[in-house]
């Protein structure tokens, strides 16, 4: 049999042990942990050597969250909002077939004036399956546009069939655009300031400028 002489370590070596690392433990929580974490210095060695320089206070953090969170500038925009009302029907003729041959490529460069809180509307003609590449931006901030399309029929209702291509808020834009069907296509643009508003657009495609 084989006897095993572990060592036996004094009482006195074990609670000295114990007690150098909780000076240690306190020593660290009073000069780093309290001054990074909470911004409690007691001894201005916090300060010091640098962890008071870690606190950030929690009012601060919460206030850069929301300061950085999306706001709603403007009104947000929905599906419904894109287009004509539900009830209105869309022409038979936006099933007409496309013509044998297009309109000529041609280019334009029209400048379109909007009075403060007021809109305009600037629309060309495209045949069926037409190709126009656009540009617009304005000359200072956003405006709101509705880039829509209007079916050509022979005795149009009251209530106009349009659809909307695309909606929303910006200072400049560019595309390429197919038209779905024969009919007028174009911006409707709202100044949404308290400034007079010009916007500067630019057209290449199969197209026709409206009289």
């Known amino acids: 049999m084989t006897d095993f002489n572990q060592p036996v370590i004094e009482t006195k070596k074990i609670v000295r042990a114990f007690l150098i690392a909780l000076a240690v433990g306190i020593l660290l929580l009073v000069i780093a942990v309290l001054p990074a974490e909470y911004g409690i210095d007691l001894t201005g060695a916090g300060n010091a050597l640098g ?9 601060t953090v919460k206030a850069e969250t929301v300061a950085s969170a999306p706001t709603a500038k403007y009104r947000i925009l929905k599906l419904e ?30 400048v379109v004036t ?10 060309v003609y ?17 405006v709101f546009f509705d880039f829509h399309g209007e079916v050509t029929e022979p005795n ?32 409707y643009f709202k100044n949404i300031s308290q400034q007079e508003m010009t916007v500067k657009i630019r057209l290449k495609g199969e197209y026709r400028l409206m009289e």
């Open 156 to 187: 149009p209702p009251k209530d106009v069939f349009y659809q909307s291509h695309t909606v929303s808020y910006s200072n400049n834009m560019i595309g390429t655009f197919v038209s779905p069907f024969e009919g007028r296509h174009g911006w």
């Open 114 to 123: 909007l009075p403060p809180s007021k809109g305009l509307e600037y629309k």
């Open 81 to 110: 909002n894109a287009g004509s009302e539900p009830d209105v029907k869309k022409p038979k003729e936006a099933d007409n077939p496309p013509p044998a041959k297009q309109y000529d490529v041609r280019e334009d460069t029209i």
């Open 51 to 59: 962890f008071s320089k870690l606190y950030v206070p929690t009012d």
């Open 126 to 142: 495209l045949l069926k399956y037409g190709t126009m590449k656009y540009e617009w931006i304005t000359n200072e901030g956003e």
